[in-house]
């Protein structure tokens, strides 16, 4: 299976920055979607950012032009900058990963545990 650690949450001020990191590990064959989803309380789970494996890049609207989603295929890791921070963004952060796993070769979805990102002055 695939397991997966996040690090890189934490307070910072409106207008600040945060970087946030996803390691992917384990019976990996190959890695097709890396990205971050988001959840607010007492909001539904919502997209930020995905990466898929040729490249292509998809932001949710309410981030573009403020956070860079960033892989390293060599580390199966994925990152999140994250400028010009608004009060708006704070929730727990989630990495997920679609990837194909040994020896079943069947493509499967994994989420990390969640970071804690606020943002407040």
């Known amino acids: 299976q695939v397991q997966l650690v996040e690090s890189g949450g934490g307070l910072v001020q409106p207008g600040g920055s945060l970087r946030l990191s996803c390691a992917a590990s384990?019976?990996?064959?190959?890695?097709?979607?890396m990205g971050w989803y988001r959840q607010a309380p007492g909001k539904e789970r919502e997209l930020v950012a995905t990466?898929?494996?040729?490249?292509?890049?998809n932001y949710a609207d309410s981030v573009k032009g403020r956070f860079t989603i960033s892989r390293d295929n060599a580390k199966n890791t994925v990152y999140l900058q994250m400028d010009s921070l608004k009060t708006e963004d704070t929730a727990v952060y989630y990495c997920?990963?679609?990837?194909?796993?040994?020896?079943?070769?069947?493509?499967?979805?994994?989420w990390g545990q969640g970071t804690q990102v606020t943002v407040s002055s």
């Open positions: 990466i898929v494996s040729g490249g292509l890049i």
């Open positions: 997920n990963v679609i990837a194909r796993v040994l020896p079943s070769r069947v493509r499967n979805d994994y």
């Open positions: 384990g019976s990996i064959l190959s890695i097709v979607t």
